[in-house]
C-alpha cells in the first residue's frame, strides 16, 4: 500500500514527541542503566578492587553511551510506529466515510 499523508505526518508528530520523551524520561535512566551494566561486567573482568584503571573505566563508559543509545533508539522508533500507526489509521477512517458517502448518493440516485 501506498503509504499517504496522514501516515507521513503522524510518523513526523510521533518521532518528535518520541525525540521530546527521550530527552525528558530516558536520557538519565539510560545512563544510570548502561552505567551499573558497565560497572557489573568490569567488576567481573578486573574483580571487586578495580582501582580505577582506564580500561574499566572506558569500558563503563562505553556501557554508559550504549545504554542512552538505546534507550533514544527505543523512545523514538516506538513513538514514530505509534505515531505512523495513528496516522495510518486516521486514513483509513477518512477512506471508509469517503466510500459509505458514495454508497449513500448511490443509493439515493435510484
Given at each position: 500500500?501506498?503509504?499517504?499523508?496522514?501516515?507521513?505526518?503522524?510518523?513526523?508528530?510521533?518521532?518528535?514527541?518520541?525525540?521530546?520523551?527521550?530527552?525528558?524520561?530516558?536520557?538519565?535512566?539510560?545512563?544510570?542503566?548502561?552505567?551499573?551494566?558497565?560497572?557489573?561486567?568490569?567488576?567481573?573482568?578486573f574483580g571487586v578492587a578495580m582501582a580505577g584503571t582506564i580500561m574499566a573505566r572506558i569500558?563503563?563508559?562505553?556501557?554508559?553511551?550504549?545504554?542512552?543509545?538505546?534507550?533514544?533508539?527505543?523512545?523514538?522508533?516506538?513513538?514514530?510506529?505509534m505515531g505512523w500507526a495513528a496516522g495510518y489509521a486516521l486514513e483509513a477512517m477518512k477512506?471508509?466515510?469517503?466510500?459509505?458517502?458514495?454508497?449513500?448518493?448511490?443509493?439515493?440516485?435510484?
Amino acid at each position: 500500500m501506498k503509504t499517504t499523508d496522514y501516515a507521513k505526518k503522524g510518523l513526523y508528530v510521533g518521532t518528535g514527541a518520541g525525540i521530546i520523551l527521550f530527552a525528558l524520561v530516558g536520557l538519565l535512566p539510560g545512563s544510570f542503566i548502561g552505567g551499573f551494566i558497565g560497572l557489573k561486567i568490569a567488576e567481573s573482568i578486573f574483580g571487586v578492587a578495580m582501582a580505577g584503571t582506564i580500561m574499566a573505566r572506558i569500558l563503563v563508559a562505553v556501557s554508559m553511551l550504549t545504554g542512552v543509545m538505546v534507550s533514544a533508539v527505543a523512545f523514538i522508533f516506538g513513538a514514530g510506529v505509534m505515531g505512523w500507526a495513528a496516522g495510518y489509521a486516521l486514513e483509513a477512517m477518512k477512506k471508509a466515510k469517503e466510500v459509505t458517502a458514495t454508497e449513500a448518493q448511490a443509493v439515493n440516485i435510484k
